[in-house]
């Protein structure tokens, strides 16, 4: 089975998404895995976009094109230089171009009395490219266009296959691309559908945000769904989402909120009340390019330095990152569990890619086992004192307004009871060191990284969130041409656990950012020597060819 690269393109509105959700559910029903990212400009209409299907290969990008579909001129131009050697192309390409021209627009009009089939057309068109039938391409528009009335749909269908009649006919049979079904079966999804599963499984129960790409999918898809039986709150802005998520977590709700960087920034008043209240909180932060507005569209990872420092004064916290939707479920978990035991706020960075990109996976799960309460029992407390100085920093928990006992919660320093002091010889020293004391115990139950293929690995790829599969697929590559690399993977990333790591192996730290701001982590805290830093910082994901490419490149002969 081959490694196959679609790329669909054309302008904001032109309904690449729709063409691309076809074709990825028509490979699905033939049992071949695809994973699907976008890539487009932050504008409605117009420009030059794309959607983007690896179908039978890893669960990570690629930038070159095995297949390029074109709904106009323009976007032909533009997605040129993606075509790998011997690409097919096919759509709207320009005269005496080289593949397979077809008027999609064009032909909808003269059959259908509508541009409107345009992309039914194309969505035929490209399933013949790549070897679906047309039964196959049937059963992914009839799921595709549910919705529609019968006549419509039909219609739909008619299109899909005068395209695929269209692209046979017109094409040689040496260049049909033989996609070979399977029995295997895939549940699709993104990292941003399956945190809300996560987080009302763990027993989140409110959930307060303001719309911000690529975060606000988070909100939508809670709303979305009342049955996962989490009241949603679109706020007036980032301040009142944190503040009114505080609050419902002190009156004993678990709740969470989600953002993008900016969002965030205004953001960093709250998470130091909730380090200062020590109210559990759990925060999504979904990077994209910055500083300001930057890219609002695209992928990057230059938000981890602010999740860890953000915020003002000294208190714990612990920063997570998944790489999947697997990882997110887990992910997800485990911040409302680490939230709730140690009473802090949890951080978990996603990013664009993982937003808009669609995974593959063989089997995914849902954690069923609960999120232990961090709730104390009101019946056991005789003298209620909300920040008691205790051996490990954790102090009961009772909820506001939920039992006789009186909840005393101040952003001011506070004694045990939680009223304000000025005693700066005993109580204050002592409150820092029973919320620094947290951070300490956290550090000794944060995961260790994960090892990728590191037996008789002599150079080792360090990545963390969703840099992974790439990362993953640059090992294998490099295993495959002889070369002795391994990897190790952080999915929790703050505070970094205790580890050792041998210093006779060469480490390279890949990340999408400029600074290398994991590289300086690791240093700052493990003081292990890097060989270099791989960073991507255009606005494009991690590819495994360009990593190998650089590693290759600078690496030593010795090591290579």
Known sequence: MCDLSIFIVGAAGEGIQTIGDVVARALLRSGISVFTTKEYESRIRGGNSSYRIRASGPNAPRHDADVLLSLNLEAAAHYENTASTNCILLGELPPG?????????????????????ANSIAAGALGSAVGLSQEILEEAIRERFARLPADVLQKNIEASQLGHERASASRSSSSVIAMKSTASTFTLASVHEIIPLAAAAAGCRFMAAYPMSPATGIMTAFAKDPELGVFVEQVEDEIAAINMSLGASAAGARAMTATSGGGFALMTEGLSLAGMTETPLVIVV?????????????????????????????????????????????????????????????????????????FSLPDLKIPEQPVSSGLADPSGVASYQRYALTENGISPRLALGQSEHLVLIDSDEHDETGHITEDLEITRPAMVEKRLEKARRLKGEMALPEPYRTDGARSV???????????????????????????????????????TLPDDVEYWSIE?????????????????????????????????????????????????
């Open 97 to 117: 171009g080289q593949g397979t021209p077809i008027p999609f627009q064009e032909l909808a009009r003269e059959k259908f009395g509508s541009p409107l089939f």
């Open 461 to 499: 790829l360090i990545s963390w969130g969703s840099s992974r599969a790439a990362v993953v697929e640059a090992i294998d590559l490099l295993r495959a041409d002889g070369k002795p690399f391994g990897a190790l993977h952080f999915t929790e990333v703050w505070p970094l656990p205790h580890l």
């Open 286 to 358: 979904a990077q994209r390019p910055g500083p300001a507005t930057g890219l609002p569209t695209r992928t990057a990872q230059e938000d981890l330095n602010f999740a860890i420092h953000g915020g003002h004064g000294e208190f714990p916290r612990a920063v997570l990152a998944p790489s999947n939707p697997q990882d997110a479920a887990d992910v997800t978990f485990r911040a409302f569990d680490l939230a709730e035991r140690y009473q802090m706020p949890v951080l978990v960075l996603t990013d664009q890619l993982l937003a808009d990109s669609h």
């Open 512 to 560: 999408g950012n400029a600074t290398g701001q994991f590289a300086h982590l690791l240093q700052a805290e493990w003081h292990i020597r890097l060989a270099g830093t791989i960073g991507r910082y255009d606005g494009m994901p991690l590819d495994a060819r360009s990593i190998v490419a650089e590693v290759v490149g600078s690496t030593s002969e010795e090591v290579s």
